[in-house]
């Protein structure tokens, strides 16, 4: 990946609707380089996918929270990983070092809503013990590309 592959990844993390004209008028290059160059970086997996940023609250998914989860001995971490990539709401789940197994990322419609996700982690049978932090506000969300990485 040279230098012009990033600027066209960092032009399109913030908005992939952007022309192939507009994008090759940037970087310095035909519409049609730009495009082959997009479907390589999409080839090569440096480009994963297209996608909207919608404003969660607007979706009625206002409250932020965090997971700090520990699987319990004798857990089945591939049972519990395909179950936070299959419930609605974890947004995001990290393997993590520490005290803690995984971080997970969560978009819920109400507070109520978090009793129900850990009820539904601890009926899953692999929780050990957890810790929430609910996010006040957002002062940096949503970066797909690291700032300085484009």
């Known amino acids: 990946m040279d230098e012009i592959d990033r600027r ?3 032009l399109l993390a ?19 380089a730009v495009n082959d160059r997009i479907h390589r970086l999409q080839a090569q997996g440096a480009i994963r996918r ?7 609250a607007a979706l009625g998914l206002p409250v932020l929270a965090f997971a700090w989860i520990a699987l319990r001995d004798g857990a089945d ?37 978090v009793e129900t996700v850990l009820a539904d982690l601890k009926a899953q049978g692999s929780l ?3 810790e929430t932090i609910l996010a006040l506000s957002s002062a940096v969300e949503g970066a797909h590309v690291p700032r300085g990485a484009a």
């Open 14 to 32: 913030e908005d992939a609707r952007r022309a192939l004209a507009d994008i090759g008028a940037a970087v310095g290059l035909s519409a049609s």
């Open 128 to 130: 050990g013990r957890s």
């Open 50 to 56: 297209f996608t909207v940023d919608a404003d969660p």
């Open 77 to 113: 971490e591939p049972a519990f990983r395909a179950f936070a990539a299959a419930h609605p709401a974890v947004i995001e789940c990290h393997h993590v070092t520490g005290p803690w197994s995984y971080l997970l990322k969560l978009r819920l419609p109400a507070l109520s809503a």
């Open 8 to 10: 066209i990844i960092g």
